[in-house]
Nanobody, 121 residues
Framework: QVQLAESGGGLVQAGTSLRLSCAVP????????LAWFRQAPGKKREFVAY???????NVADSVAGRATISKDNAKNTLYLQINNLIPSDTAVYYC???????????????WGLGTQVTVSS
C-alpha cells in the first residue's frame, strides 16, 4: 500500500502564505502524476492542483494566481504553496497519487491522511 504523508498545515491568518509538503515514495516521484485535493466540512473533496510525472502543472480556478504545486524528486516531496490565504481555503488538504485518466477527478488510488488548514479572518 502506497504511503503518502502530508505536513505543514495549521491555523493562519487571512492574507498570509502556507506551504504544504507531502512525502511520496521515491518511485512515484518520477513515474506518477501527483495532486492536491481539499475537503471542507460538509463538502465534497475538491481538486486543488496536479503535477504530472513530466512536470506539467494545473491548478483549480479557486486558487489560480495564489497556488503553486511543485515537487522535489531528490527529496521525494510534493509541495503546495498557497499565498494570500482566504477563509474559504479552510479545509483538510490531501495529497494523492496513482491518478485516473482525468487528473482533476478525485479517483486517485493512493491518498495521505490529510493536514488541516484553518484560515482565520
Amino acid at each position: 500500500q502506497v504511503q503518502l504523508a502530508e505536513s505543514g498545515g495549521g491555523l493562519v491568518q487571512a492574507g498570509t502564505s502556507l506551504r504544504l509538503s507531502c512525502a511520496v515514495p521515491a518511485w512515484y516521484m518520477s513515474q506518477e502524476n501527483l495532486a492536491w485535493f481539499r475537503q471542507a466540512p460538509g463538502k465534497k473533496r475538491e481538486f486543488v492542483a496536479y503535477i504530472t510525472w513530466t512536470g506539467s502543472t494545473n491548478v483549480a480556478d479557486s486558487v489560480a494566481g495564489r497556488a503553486t504545486i511543485s515537487k522535489d524528486n531528490a527529496k521525494n516531496t510534493l509541495y503546495l504553496q498557497i499565498n494570500n490565504l482566504i477563509p474559504s481555503d479552510t479545509a483538510v488538504y490531501y495529497c494523492a497519487a496513482q491518478s485516473p485518466d482525468d487528473l482533476r477527478d478525485p479517483g486517485y488510488a493512493a491518498w495521505g491522511l490529510g493536514t488541516q488548514v484553518t484560515v482565520s479572518s
